[in-house]
C-alpha cells in the first residue's frame, strides 16, 4: 500500500513543530482521500448521480425504452410536474388521493406511536416493577424484523376471518372486511350521526380536483390495518429513546416534587415532560419524516387497493414508473414527496440546533450531528 | 420546602397503610399493564409460530389459537419443496455477507479519515455524509433503477449489491466512535514507524470492537430485510432475496386458497436469523437504535 510508505522524510526543518508528530501527518491528504474514495464512490453513484438522472427524467416523457439520456427522448419541460398540480385529469387526481391517503396516515400514526412509546417508556421506567428488561425487549422486536415479514404475519391476523375479527367477535363486534373496505373512517362517522350521503355543498367542489367530500374521508378502514401495523412496529424504537431521555432526568427532582406533594399526573405534566421536551421533539419530527415514506406495508398488504385509499406518494412514484411505464410523471413525484420530507427534515434539523444551543448540558451526543459542531 | 413545614412526614398508621396499598394497587395496575402490552407486541409472533404448523382449515377456523390441531409440517414442506424458498435463502445470504462486510470496511475507513486524518476537503466532506443521510430512500427507487439500468447492471447479483456496500450513517457511527478513543495510542504507533494504513489496521480497528460489531449487527439486519432496493434492481426470479420472494408469494403467485401456514412459516423462517441476532446481540441493537435516532 502506498500510503504505508515511511512518511518520516517529510519533516521539513524550516519551522519547529506546532506538535509532536506534526511531520508524520505528511502525507495524510492522500491517505485521506484514498480512505473515503471507496464510499465516495459508491455514494455518488448510486444516491448523487441518480437523483440528478431521475432530475432529468423528470423532466422527459421516457418510456423504459433504451436511453433516457438519448434525443430521442422527447424532452417537455416542467410538464410532468404542472399536470400533477394543475391540469385536471387523472395524475392529478391520483396525486391527490395519495397525498390525502398519507395525511390521514400520518395524523393518525404519528402521535399514535409517540403516545405508546412515551406509555411503554414510562412503565418500563418504573423502579417498582420487576422483569423491565424482559419487557422492554418485547416492546421492542418488532422494529427490528422485515417489514415485508411482519406484513405478512398482519395480513393475517386482519383477514376476513382472521385474529382481530375474532377477537371484536367476542366483544360482539361485527368486524370489517378489512382490506375490501375503502370507506372513509371520519364518512363512516358522520354515518353514524346521520349523514349519509354527502351534501351537495361538499360534493360539488374543492381544492386541486377532489371534491370536500373526499378530502374529507379519513383513512379508509383498509389504511387503518396498515396504520396500526405501523404504530405497532415502530413504537419500540421511540420508545428506546424516551427511555433514554428518562433515565436521565434525577431521581431526585422527582423526588423532591413527591415530597411537595405533587400528585403523580402533576409530577408527570411538570416535571418529567420539561425534562423530555426535546426528546419529544425528535421524536415527533422523526415519526414526521418517516411515516410519509410508507411505501413496503403498502406493497404487500394492499398494493393501493381498495379503490386507490391506501396509494401513498411514494407507492404512487413507484407505480406510475414501473407498472404504468411513464417514468417521467413517476420521477416528478418523487421529487415531489422528497420535496416533502426534506421540509420536515429541515424543521427538524433547526429544532435540535436550537435545543443545542438552550440546553448544552442535556444537548449530550445529538449534538455533535450538527454539521461543523464536530471539528475538534 | 414549604410544604414540608405545613405538612410534617409523621404519618399515622391509617395513613400509612392506606400508602402501604395504595403502592400495592398500583404494582399490580403496573403489572398488568406490562402484561396486557407485552401480549400486544408477541402474540402476534406466537400467532404465526402456531398458525405455521396448522392445517389451512384449522388456520382459518382458528385464527387467534397458537396451537395447531392437528400438527402438521406440510405447510414448510410446501416452502421448500414448491416455492423457490432455498434459492431466496441464497441470495439473502449472500448479500447479506458482502454487503455487511463492504460496509463495516469502507464505513470504518472513511470514518476512521474523517475522524482523524488531516485532509483538505474533509469538513465539506463531513457535512456531504450528514446531507446523504437525510436523503429518504424511497424517493431514491426511480433514481437507483435508472442509473443501474444505465450501467448496464440492472438484473444482476453486482446490481443487488454494490450499491448498498456503503452507507453515510454506519460512516456517521464510525466517526463519531473514532473521536472518542485517545489518540495517543495511534500517535505512539506512528511514531514507531508505523503507515496511516497499518496503524488503521492493526491498532485503531483492535479497539474500536464495540463499534464495528453495532455497525455489523445494523449491516446484518439492515442488509436481510432490505426490501425495496430488491425491488428496483433485479426482476429476475433467480436474483430475488428472501423479503422480495416473500412479497411476491403473497401477491399471489401461489395456487388456490389462501395458503397461509405457507406464508407464515416462509415469514417465521425470513425473520428467524434477526430474532436469534436481536437475542444474543441486545445491548448492540439497543445502541444501534439510539444511535439511528440521531442520523435523523
Known sequence: MTTEAPAAPATTGERPPRRTGRGIRGNENLAGWLFVAPVIVILGLFLLLPILMALWVSLTDWNGQGSPFTTQVPFVGVDNYTTLFTEDGLARRDLMTSIRNNIYYVAIVVPAQTALALGLALIVNNRMLRGKAFFRSAFYFPSVTSSVAISVVFLFLFANSGAVNQLLGVLGIDGPQWFADSRGVLHLLLATLGLDTAPAALTDGGPFGLSWWDWLSGPSVAMTSIIALVVWTTSGTFMLMFLAALQSVPVALDEASTLDGASRWQRFRHVTLPMIRATTFLVLTLGL????????????????EPAKTTITPAYLSYRTAFRDFDYGSGAAISFVLFLIIIVFTLL????????????????????????GGSSS | MTALTARPPVATPTRRDRRAARTLASRILGYAVLIFFGLVFLYPFVIQLGNSFKTEPDAAANPLSPFADPVTTAGFERIFAGTNFPLWLGNSLLVTVLVTLGRVFFDSLAGY????????????????????????????????????????????????IVPLLADAAGVFIMKQFFESIPVSVEEAARIDGAGVFRTYWSVVLPMARPALITLTILSFQGSWNEFPHSLVSVQDPDLFTLPRGLADLVSGSLGKGTQYPLKLGAALLATIPVAVLFVVFQRYFVRGGNEGAEKG
Not at chain 1, 289 to 304: A, K, L, P, R, T
Not at chain 2, 128 to 154: D, E, R, S, T
Open chain 1, 289 to 304: 419524516i418517516g411515516s410519509w415514506q410508507v411505501f413496503d406495508q403498502v406493497y404487500v398488504m394492499s398494493q393501493g
Open chain 1, 348 to 371: 427538524q434539523r433547526r429544532v435540535m440546533a436550537d435545543r443545542d444551543t438552550d440546553a448544552p448540558a442535556a444537548g449530550r451526543r445529538w449534538r455533535r450531528r450538527v454539521p
Open chain 2, 113 to 160: 479519515a474523517l475522524a482523524r486524518l488531516r485532509f483538505r476537503g474533509r469538513a465539506g466532506l463531513f457535512a456531504a455524509v450528514i446531507a446523504v443521510m437525510a436523503v429518504p430512500g424511497v424517493v431514491l427507487l426511480i433514481p437507483k433503477f435508472l442509473v443501474l439500468n444505465q450501467l448496464g447492471i440492472y438484473n444482476s447479483y453486482a446490481g443487488l
